[in-house]
T-cell receptor, first 116, second 112 residues
Framework: GAVVSQHPSWVICKSGTSVKIECRSLDFQATTMFWYRQFPKQSLMLMATSNEGSKATYEQGVEKDKFLINHASLTLSTLTVTSAHPEDSSFYICSARDAASGGEQYFGPGTRLTVT | DAKTTQPPSMDCAEGRAANLPCNHSTISGNEYVYWYRQIHSQGPQYIIH???NNETNEMASLIITEDRKSSTLILPHATLRDTAVYYCIASVYGGSQGNLIFGKGTKLSVKP
């Protein structure tokens, strides 16, 4: 099956700093990528949808100036958490839609962010 | 996207079939039924999806009722590694509207 990677797998940062998370589709091209957030014992919550070469679409309640998304190529999307605070600590997961097949979404392994 | 409802938890004996139900009574004609699972602290794993017909792959079978208001995911011979949270999602296939909205899922515990 298609492989999606995320980097880093975990990160600890200090409050007020920014953190960038990368999401790559390794063996397919992804015109659309999605970013999710998951708090402990909760389900995944969709944060935003990003299409290659255009601005991301954010879900209601997600601050676009705080969670910057860039999808500059068909295999790479990045999520930058700016001025991170402890409440931003969470498990961030990306997914990518295979452009060739049109529908299946494949998920990355997730990035555990801890803000101290 | 149509809302789905699943039991919060289920147990299954190792080696037996695990049958996970899902209700999606408001599903629209162009929405597919997707199943994903998430093992603790990992990203979700795609299992199977279908529109109207029953589907089978190397992981599981998907049985969709004729009225499409419910479906059942079948893991034919559950193993301990199948312990996970299973999510049933109704969504449009592909396109800009094909976001996967996750509910609470069913926590399947496979016991020896």
């Amino acid at each position: 099956g298609a492989v999606v990677s995320q980097h880093p797998s975990w990160v600890i940062c200090k409050s007020g700093t920014s953190v960038k998370i990368e999401c790559r589709s390794l063996d397919f091209q992804a015109t659309t990528m999605f970013w999710y957030r998951q708090f402990p014992k909760q389900s995944l919550m969709l944060m935003a949808t990003s299409n290659e070469g255009s601005k991301a679409t954010y879900e209601q309640g997600v601050e676009k100036d705080k969670f910057l998304i860039n999808h500059a190529s068909l295999t790479l999307s990045t999520l930058t958490v700016t001025s991170a605070h402890p409440e931003d600590s969470s498990f961030y997961i990306c997914s990518a839609r295979d452009a060739a097949s049109g529908g299946e979404q494949y998920f990355g392994p997730g990035t555990r962010l801890t803000v101290t | 996207d149509a809302k789905t409802t699943q039991p919060p938890s289920m147990d299954c004996a190792e080696g037996r079939a695990a049958n996970l139900p899902c209700n999606h009574s408001t599903i629209s004609g162009n929405e597919y039924v997707y199943w994903y699972r998430q093992i603790h602290s990992q990203g979700p794993q795609y299992i199977i999806h279908g529109l109207k017909n029953n589907e089978t792959n190397e992981m599981a079978s998907l049985i969709i009722t004729e009225d499409r208001k419910s479906s059942t995911l079948i893991l034919p011979h559950a193993t301990l590694r199948d312990t996970a949270v299973y999510y049933c999602i109704a969504s449009v296939y592909g396109g800009s509207q094909g976001n996967l909205i996750f509910g609470k899922g069913t926590k399947l515990s496979v016991k020896p």
